[in-house]
C-alpha cells in the first residue's frame, strides 16, 4: 500500500464529504437546507460562548490587575513605603505578568513586618502581664494591625519593649536586692528565709528557679514591707540584747562574777557598742540567744538580792579606798554605823541604796581627778621636806665624809637634796597658786590629812624663814671666827699652823664643797651662749680631724707628742693644719682651758667610739630585716702581728648586693 499523505480536516472537506453522502443517500434539497441551517446555527451558538467567555476571561484579567495595583498600593500604605512600578504596554497577561514580581516582593515584605510587630508585641504582652503580676499570658498571639506597618510604628514598639524591659530589669534588681536584705536579716535572726520568701510569692522561694520571679507591683509592696518588718525586729532585738548586755555587765561587775563564767554571753556582751549595719554575725539576734540571756539576768538578779548586804559594804570599802588615795577627810566608822542600820531596818531598798553609792563613787573619782594634779605636787614637796631634813642632819654629821661603806652613795644623795632643796621656793609657790585657784572653784577648802594645804604651807614658810635666820646668823658668826683666826695668823705666822698641810686643804675642800656658788650646775647654768659656742666649735674642729683619719685608716698618735715634738703625729698635725687655716678655730684653742682641749687620747677615743655606734646602727637600719652573711679572715704577717678582716655581705633595700 502507498502511504497517503495526511490531509486536514476542514470545514469545506466535511460539508464536501456530507454533499456525497447526501447524494448517494437521495436526500432532499429541502431537507439538504434545514441541515445545513440547522448546522450553521449551532455554529453560531457555539462562536457566541466561546466569546462570551473569552470576553469574560478578559473582564476578570482586568479585575486581576486592577486588585493587584490596589494590593500594592495597600501594602505600600501599610509599609509606609512609595515603591513605584509600571503597568507598562502590551497584553493584559504581559501587564499581569510585570505586575506579579513587584506585588510578591511587597507580600514577604508585608509578612516579614507582621511577623516583627507580632513578637515585639508578644513580648510587650508578657512583660506586662508580668508587673501586672499575672504571670506568663496564655492567650493566643497578639493581633497586629496590618494597617499600619511603619518603620515608625515599629521603632516606636520597639521603643516601648526597651522601656518596659528596662523597667523590668529594675524591678529584678529591686527584688534580688530585697531578697539578699531578707536573706541578711533571716540568718542574723535565724528566721526561716524560705518561708518568708513564700508568704511573699511562692516563685520567690522557687529553688530550681523554673518558675520566674515576680516582680509586679504588689510583689515589691509585699517584700519592701517584709524588709520594714524585719529591720523593726531586729532593730528591737539588738536593743533588747544591748539592754540585757548591760544589765549583765553591770551584774557581773557587781558580784565580782569570774571571767570564765562571763565568757559563755560574750557574744551578748560584744553588741553593746554595736550599730545596727555593724551586726551581721548569723544567730547573733536569734531568740534563743535573747531567752538565754534572760535567764542569765534573772538568776543573776536572784543571787544579787542575797548577796546585797555584803556589796552595800563592798561599796563603802571602794569609796574610802578612794578617800584615803587623794587624803580626803572621811569619817569611816560613823558612816559604816549608818549604813549598817539602814540594812538591818529593813526600811531603804538595796538596789537604790546601791546606785546612791556607785553615784557617790563615781563623784570621789571625779573629785580624785581633780586633786591629783596638786596631789601630786603635795608629794613631790613633802619629799623635798624630807630630803631637807636629812640633808640637815647630814651635815650635822661630822664622819659623813669617812671612807666607810655607803659614804658615795649618801654624798650622792646630798648632791641630788642640795638640787631639790634650792628649787623648794618655787615648788611653794607653784603649789600654792595652784591650790587657791582649786579652792577658788570648788568653793572649798584643800585639805590634806585633815589638814588645809594652805596651812601647812604657810606655817612651813615661817619655820624655813626662821631656819634661813639662824643659819644667816652661824653664817656670820663663822665668817667673824675665821677673820679672827686669820688676823691671828697673820699676827703670828710661826705659831699658827702650816696653810698647806693637810687638815688646812681639808677646811678649803669643806668649804669649797659648802659653797653652792661654786657646784657644778651653777658653773654650768653660769656659761654664756658665747662660751658655749666657742666649745662647740673646738669640739667640732677634733671631730672632723678624727672623721677624716678614721675614714683614711690612718693611725691617730705616735711616740713623741710633746709641743717640742718635730711631728706630733697625724692627729694634733692634722688638727694644726686645720687650725691654720682658721683664725676663728685658732683663737679659741688658744684661749681654752688646760684642762678642756678635746685632744687627749681618751676624747679620740669617745669621739671614735660615738662613730662607731652611730655607723653600726645605721648597718643595722640598712640590713633590717633582710638575710645577711658575715665573712672573717685572719692573716699573720712576718711580725707575727695578726689583722683581721670582716666583710658584711646582704640584699640592699634596692635589690642589690
Known amino acids: 500500500m502507498t502511504n497517503m499523505p495526511p490531509t486536514r480536516t476542514t470545514c469545506a472537506s466535511l460539508l464536501h464529504e456530507l454533499q456525497i453522502i447526501w447524494d448517494e443517500i437521495g436526500e432532499s434539497d429541502s431537507e439538504r437546507d434545514r441541515m445545513l441551517l440547522q448546522l450553521e446555527q449551532e455554529c453560531l451558538d457555539f462562536y457566541r460562548k466561546k466569546v462570551e467567555k473569552t470576553r469574560k476571561y478578559k473582564a476578570e484579567l482586568h479585575q486581576s490587575l486592577a486588585e493587584a495595583e490596589a ?28 505586575i506579579k514580581p513587584i506585588l510578591e516582593e511587597l507580600r514577604s515584605k508585608k509578612q516579614e513586618r507582621i511577623k516583627q510587630f507580632s513578637e515585639i508585641q508578644s513580648q510587650v504582652v508578657r512583660i506586662c502581664a508580668e508587673i501586672a503580676g499575672n504571670g506568663q499570658s496564655n492567650s493566643s498571639d497578639p493581633q497586629v494591625n496590618e494597617c499600619d506597618l511603619t518603620v515608625r510604628k515599629l521603632g516606636e514598639l520597639k521603643s516601648h519593649l526597651q522601656e518596659l524591659q528596662t523597667e523590668k530589669i529594675f524591678r529584678l534588681q529591686k527584688v534580688n536586692s530585697h531578697i539578699n ?18 508568704d511573699v510569692h511562692p516563685s520567690l522561694s522557687d529553688p530550681s528557679g523554673s518558675q520566674l520571679k515576680s516582680i509586679s507591683n504588689d510583689t515589691l509592696a509585699r517584700l519592701t514591707g517584709v524588709v520594714h518588718s524585719l529591720k523593726q525586729e531586729k532593730q528591737q532585738r539588738l536593743q533588747k540584747l544591748q539592754g540585757l548586755g548591760r544589765t549583765l555587765i553591770e551584774l557581773w561587775n557587781l558580784m565580782d562574777t569570774p571571767v570564765d563564767e562571763q565568757k559563755g554571753f560574750e557574744h551578748v556582751t560584744s553588741l553593746i557598742s554595736s550599730s545596727l549595719n555593724e551586726v551581721s554575725s548569723q544567730g547573733c539576734l536569734a531568740l534563743d540567744v535573747i531567752e538565754q540571756s534572760e535567764v542569765e539576768v534573772e538568776r ?3 543571787l544579787k538580792a542575797s548577796k546585797m548586804k555584803e556589796l552595800v559594804f563592798k561599796r563603802q570599802n571602794e569609796l574610802e579606798e578612794i578617800y584615803r ?14 549604813l549598817r542600820s539602814l540594812v538591818d531596818s529593813g526600811n531603804v531598798d538595796l538596789s537604790d541604796l546601791l546606785s546612791s553609792m556607785d553615784d557617790q563613787i563615781a563623784k570621789a573619782k571625779e573629785q580624785a581627778l581633780s586633786r591629783k594634779d596638786i596631789l601630786d605636787k603635795v608629794e613631790k614637796w613633802r619629799y623635798a621636806i624630807e630630803e631637807e631634813k636629812w640633808l640637815e642632819e647630814c651635815e650635822r654629821d661630822e664622819n659623813r665624809y669617812s671612807a666607810g661603806r655607803g659614804a658615795h652613795k649618801n654624798l650622792k644623795r646630798a648632791e641630788k637634796a642640795r638640787n631639790l632643796v634650792s628649787k623648794i621656793s618655787s615648788i611653794c609657790e607653784n603649789l600654792t597658786a595652784k591650790v587657791k585657784a582649786w579652792e577658788m572653784e570648788k568653793g572649798i577648802p584643800f585639805l590634806y590629812d585633815k589638814v588645809p594645804v594652805l596651812q601647812s604651807l604657810e606655817e612651813y614658810s615661817v619655820l624655813r624663814q626662821e631656819k634661813e635666820e639662824e643659819k644667816q646668823k652661824f653664817r656670820e658668826q663663822k665668817r667673824l671666827q675665821e677673820q679672827f683666826a686669820a688676823e691671828q695668823e697673820a699676827r703670828f705666822p710661826m705659831g699658827g699652823k702650816d696653810p698647806n698641810s693637810f687638815h688646812r686643804m681639808a677646811e678649803r675642800a669643806y668649804d669649797d664643797f659648802m659653797n653652792q656658788f661654786q657646784h657644778i650646775e651653777n ?25 677624716v683619719l678614721a675614714f683614711q685608716g690612718i693611725t691617730f698618735r705616735g711616740r713623741d707628742e710633746s709641743v717640742g715634738s718635730k711631728n706630733r703625729e697625724n692627729f694634733l698635725e692634722i688638727l694644726n693644719l686645720t687650725v691654720s687655716y682658721n683664725e676663728k678655730i685658732a683663737e679659741v684653742i ?29 648597718i643595722c637600719d640598712e640590713i633590717g630585716d633582710a638575710k ?14 695578726e689583722q683581721m678582716a670582716i666583710v658584711l655581705r646582704f640584699v640592699h633595700k634596692d635589690g642589690f648586693m
Open 71 to 98: 494590593e500594592i498600593a495597600n501594602v505600600n500604605s501599610a509599609l509606609g513605603e512609595h515603591t513605584s512600578f509600571s503597568r507598562g504596554r502590551g497584553t493584559l497577561k504581559e501587564q499581569i505578568s510585570a
Open 590 to 618: 688658744a684661749h681654752a682651758p688646760k684642762n678642756a682641749s678635746y685632744t687627749s687620747p681618751m676624747i679620740q677615743k669617745e669621739i671614735l667610739h660615738v662613730f662607731s655606734t652611730k655607723m653600726k646602727k645605721a
Open 181 to 198: 536584705t531578707v536573706h541578711e536579716l533571716s540568718a542574723v535572726m535565724s528566721i526561716d528565709f524560705s518561708k518568708t520568701l513564700n
Open 628 to 641: 645577711f652573711c658575715i665573712l672573717v679572715d685572719e692573716a699573720r704577717d712576718e711580725s707575727m702581728k
Open 523 to 547: 658653773v654650768f647654768e653660769n656659761f654664756t651662749s658665747e662660751q658655749v659656742a666657742n666649745n662647740l666649735l673646738q669640739l667640732k674642729a677634733s671631730i672632723d680631724v678624727v672623721r
Open 300 to 302: 543573776l538578779n536572784a
Open 325 to 338: 588615795g587623794v587624803h580626803m577627810d572621811v569619817d569611816s566608822d560613823v558612816a559604816r554605823e549608818i
